[in-house]
T-cell receptor, first 111, second 118 residues
Framework: GQNIDQPTEMTATEGAIVQINCTYQ??????LFWYQQHAGEAPTFLSY????GLEEKGRFSSFLSRSKGYSYLLLKELQMKDSASYLC????????????FGTGTKLQVIP | GAVVSQHPSRVICKSGTSVKIECRSL??????MFWYRQFPKQSLMLMAT?????????EQGVEKDKFLINHASLTLSTLTVTSAHPEDSSFYIC??????????????FGPGTRLTVL
């Protein structure tokens, strides 16, 4: 099975930087996704990490350490529209490579 | 990125009726699609894995006779909620994995279908 742990809620100021941490335990690991989900909408893809290290994509970066079962999502130059839930989702390596979602981190960006 | 569509986006039905939800990958082929359900303020829960040309793989606790999945082609999977009841009211979301080279492994979600059973 899989166990995913990330903070339930975070608050940050517009223009600032915020880091959302995620630890996970999986029976087999084949990469980790980060998604953004606004209330009432489906998740949108942000990043996929399979190798250790930092992947940068515009204002968003994602880091992975496979040995530590740890990932983080870094959001820079926060904007009000970044207020959403951020879902850490590891993918297992067996069978159909299922992706499991935690409850996500609800980020509120304030002026 | 790749596009996944779902239809309908919203449906209201009476208790006891059946509802079919379609999931399409518009610009890529997906041998595997996934169906999730999300209740308010809860995480996405995987219901089943839909495989083109074979039977779906259901997660523990999901009734296969109630949630019928058909992956008719490489771009279409359907989920039919049979004999729907109010407790089936939820946000149903499909996803498909895009394995085309150059982008790594990316899983894209459809926009979701909000089902309300009266």
């Amino acid at each position: 099975g899989q166990n995913i742990d990330q903070p339930t809620e975070m608050t940050a100021t517009e223009g600032a930087i915020v880091q959302i941490n995620c630890t996970y335990q999986t029976s087999g690991f084949n990469g980790l996704f980060w998604y953004q989900q606004h209330a009432g909408e489906a998740p949108t893809f942000l990043s996929y990490n399979v190798l250790d290290g930092l992947e940068e994509k515009g204002r968003f970066s994602s880091f992975l350490s496979r040995s530590k079962g740890y990932s983080y999502l870094l959001l820079k130059e926060l904007q009000m529209k970044d207020s959403a839930s951020y879902l850490c989702a590891p993918m297992n390596s067996g069978g159909y490579q299922k992706v499991t979602f935690g409850t996500g981190t609800k980020l509120q960006v304030i002026p | 990125g790749a596009v996944v569509s779902q239809h309908p986006s919203r449906v209201i039905c009476k208790s006891g009726t059946s509802v079919k939800i379609e999931c399409r990958s518009l610009d890529f082929q997906a041998t595997t699609m996934f169906w999730y359900r999300q209740f308010p303020k809860q995480s996405l829960m995987l219901m089943a894995t839909s495989n083109e040309g074979s039977k779906a793989t259901y997660e523990q606790g999901v009734e296969k006779d109630k949630f019928l999945i058909n992956h008719a082609s490489l771009t279409l999977s359907t989920l039919t909620v049979t004999s729907a009841h109010p407790e089936d009211s939820s946000f149903y979301i499909c996803s498909a994995r895009d394995l085309r080279g150059g982008q790594g492994d990316t899983q894209y979600f459809g926009p979701g279908t909000r089902l309300t059973v009266l």
